[in-house]
Every structure is written in C-alpha cells, then in structure tokens.
C-alpha cells in the first residue's frame, strides 16, 4: 500500500490559470500568481505530491489518531 498521492493530472489553460483534475474530475483552478509558482514548482518537485497538497487531497496520517480521540468517539 503506498501513502504517495496519484491520479492527478493538470493542463495550463491560454489564460494562463492552471486546472488541476483527480482521476479525470476537477478538483482546482490556480489563477494569477499561485498558478505562476506552482509552474515554477512543478519543474523541480514531485507533481504529484504538489498538486495534491494544492487541492488539499491528500491524507495528513493522523485520521486513525483523531478517530480515536474522546470527543470523536460517539460520532
């Protein structure tokens, strides 16, 4: 089982904004500045593991930890 994130993919439109898709649906547009840098960084880091901390899809390795938290046990 691996904790790298796949199945993203992204297209720059003429616009210059960047659509970002998860398994073929949308899951982010980057306009102005954000779509620049990430550009920039797609060059030089894992893309990814980029595009998924942009979208936000990504897991952070603590959801075993806070279901077991005292507050999040009734729910």
């Given amino acids: 089982m691996s904790n790298s ?3 993203f993919g992204y297209s720059v439109r003429k616009d210059g904004s960047v659509s970002i898709t ?3 649906r949308p ?3 980057l306009r102005g500045q954000r779509a620049a840098d990430f550009l920039e960084d797609v060059e030089t880091a894992d893309d990814q593991e980029l595009m998924a901390r942009v979208t936000g899809n990504y897991k952070h390795g603590n959801e075993r930890t806070a279901r ?3 507050r999040n046990r009734n729910r």
């Fill in 22 to 24: 998860h398994h073929g």
């Fill in 5 to 7: 994130p796949e199945g």
């Fill in 68 to 70: 077991d938290h005292p």
């Fill in 27 to 29: 899951a982010g547009t």
